[in-house]
């Protein structure tokens, strides 16, 4: 036999464990993703073909002649990947565009992929109505067909993944994607221009025959050698992530060989030594190779050790750095998307603190394997760690990385938290700052204006008092009175901007609120709104200070009130003004059926200065924010409620001590014992 035929037999020796590598890695690391389940098809269409063409060769060096059945097994793989490798090209790549790049598909690319498949069921269907016709067996028509039209169909094959990998490399973003699709255009071209000229010289000398044979062969494996390379160096679509799972894969497949060896020289040995020795003898062989193959591989395993710890300690450091920014949330959206990267993992979740009855974490489709590793801090639980995989199981590596992380981050949200502490001190502090300075200009600006607009309402409302005064000259001094008064408002509203409330006083929240919406009554008849007030029948009484209370439930009530334009329906719009108690706090709810707030105003209108009327100031809403904080309450604004209409301010203030539940329910129990 030729040194031709022994490089065909290595070729497609090769380009069967190369696809069969790969079915491996796609199958450890499986997700519930079309591209995927695609891919592992296409890359078994093309293993079905090298190992057709493997079978075939070894059955010709065994028997002679090839036998009927295994000619006919053979021709089943090669057509069949044959048949199926066209349209799984195209719609591999598809949806490599799809899902991975991004790109909107057109419904047209979309119906050429079901043509391509439709035409692949087509010429199935082909070769058993020949058969039928011509009372041939099915298998002896796929020969013919195999005959007939397998280099045509490779070619096809081959130009399509040019064209679509050359569009691909144009979408590409990544770096290592773009330099894989480049090297998968060329490969593609070099199979693509082999199989052109075979069909071209299909009648040349049997040596240039089985020259482009050859080529096409070992040609056909690379683009699967691209893909294992590129998945192992440059983690192509996460499959090199879990290096365990590919130094397993590597060994079972040396060991293959390595027995697929012994067969091979057992065979050649048969005349003059019995196949069971020399097979005993080879695999005797390998305990003297321990010692040299523990030479080679253990600085390369130590080399590759140290590269894993170092790239855990970067990930720490990374961490450690996000930390000090002082803001825990972050960190953890942070550090679940740097721990999912670094391992290849499908989900990545961190519960600080561990969140009681939580659902636990699920890799995507049930098909991975997930762990949990609690975060301690002094030998308690402050938290918990969940990872999934996609399909493999967590390696021993990818667990003791999570563990050792595991043991950094109760650290790390300890520095974070004192950060945030440290940056929300210096906040509070530089804000006070700042109102402070705020209310001496605030005192300034009042001196040195509201004395003469003083002096300049008195001198007009004399001049009003006047029975003679003009009627036009009348209607103007009115106007400026009118103008001086909102002036007034503004500049008593920017010093009550300024200023500290009170704290820690005893307040009768329920009679405070009654009478403060009562003092609105008028306003919203005017603006034709129905204004409710609904309350215990029990007196509440609220933390808070008496004057801060009712300015805030004055601007909630106003704003509610002028939410309703003027007039806007013969029905009119309604305020509704609520008191409950909830627990150990009191809960004052403002809801309006107005025309709500949108998303985009709804995050602003807290911010001083920030107002959407001609004529306000923006400084309504940010007293009250600054107010209810003071008083040590919470406030939050609904928008819009239901009907897409409405918008609800919820407050909550704590009760004064014997107003808590408790506290009532001992003195009405002190009571009884008296009585």
Known sequence: MSILFYAR?????????????LIALILGHRRPRLFERLLFFLVLTLFAIYAGGLLALNARIQYGSIPDA?????AILIDVGTFFLLPLIWHTHVEYSRAIQRVRIKPAIWACVWLVYLIALGELIGVAVVSRARGMAFGAALLSFADFSLLGDLAVCAGSAAAVQWGLMRAEQSRSGKTLGKWLFSASCFVFAILIARIAYATASPFVSELLATATIVAGVVPGALLIYFALEHNFLEYGAQRNMVYALSATLLALLYLALVHRISGWLAPV???????SVLLFVLIF?????????GPALHRTFRERIENWQRLAVDLQEQARQGDVARLITHAEKRIRDEFGLAEVRISVPRVPGQEALKSPGGLGHVVQVPLLKDRKEIGLLEAASTGSYLTGETSAALEYLAEQLPGMFDLCRLIEEKLRLERELAERERLALLGQMAASVSHNLRNPLSSMKTVLQVQLEKS??????????ELVLGEIDRMSAKLRQLLDF?????????????????????????????????????GPAEELSALASEQSLSEVLSNLILNAIEAHPNGARASGGCVRVRLARQGDFLEIRVEDDGPGISPELRAKIFQPFFTTKATGTGLGLSIVARRVDEMGGTLSCESPLDGEVGTRFRMTLPLAADESPTDKTE????DSHRG
């Not at 497609?12 to 069969?20: E, I, K, Q, S």
């Not at 295994?70 to 053979?74: G, Q």
């Not at 030594?273 to 097979?279: G, Q, R």
């Not at 190779?289 to 591989?297: A, T």
Request: with cysteine.
């Open 468 to 477: 003679d005064l003009p009627g036009d000259l009348r209607h103007d001094c």
């Open 9 to 21: 037999l290595i070729g497609l020796t090769a380009g069967t464990l190369v696809y069969l590598f």
């Open 289 to 297: 190779l321990f010692e040299p193959l523990e030479r080679v591989i």
């Open 667 to 670: 003195d009405h129990a002190n």
């Open 498 to 534: 300024a200023k500290p409330a009170p704290r820690g006083q005893r307040v009768d929240a329920v009679t405070l609120a009654k009478q403060t919406a009562a003092l609105f009554r008028h306003d919203a008849e005017r603006r034709n709104v129905r204004l409710e007030f609904e």
């Open 70 to 74: 295994t000619r006919l097994l053979c």
């Open 273 to 279: 030594f019995p196949p069971e020795a020399t097979a």
